[in-house]
């Protein structure tokens, strides 16, 4: 999936919740109110519309901050997930 996806799945969550959709890469997720229960949900839409399923740890997951984070390790996640299947 493309990062301009990924984002816009984002929006439709976070909208649906009646949250500001209106932000930049930089903006805390803390400052649009994206939790983690949103995370796993914009995780799942992004396995369900791509197909494949992503494997990741939980340290790094600790490290996301921002929407750039975010659109970033699921970017991430998707070139591992795909890295591992053509390798194996």
Do not use: H, W
């Amino acid at each position: 999936m493309q990062r301009i996806e990924i984002l816009a799945m984002m929006k439709e969550i976070l909208q649906r919740q009646g949250k500001t959709v209106a932000f930049v890469e930089e903006t805390p997720l803390q400052d649009v109110g994206f939790r983690s229960l949103d995370f796993s949900e914009l995780a799942l839409r992004v396995e369900m519309t791509s197909g494949k399923q992503m494997n990741f740890d939980a340290a790094p997951l600790r490290a996301i901050r921002t929407v750039r984070d975010v659109l970033d390790f699921l970017e991430q996640a998707q070139l591992g997930n795909t890295q591992r299947n053509q390798s194996g």
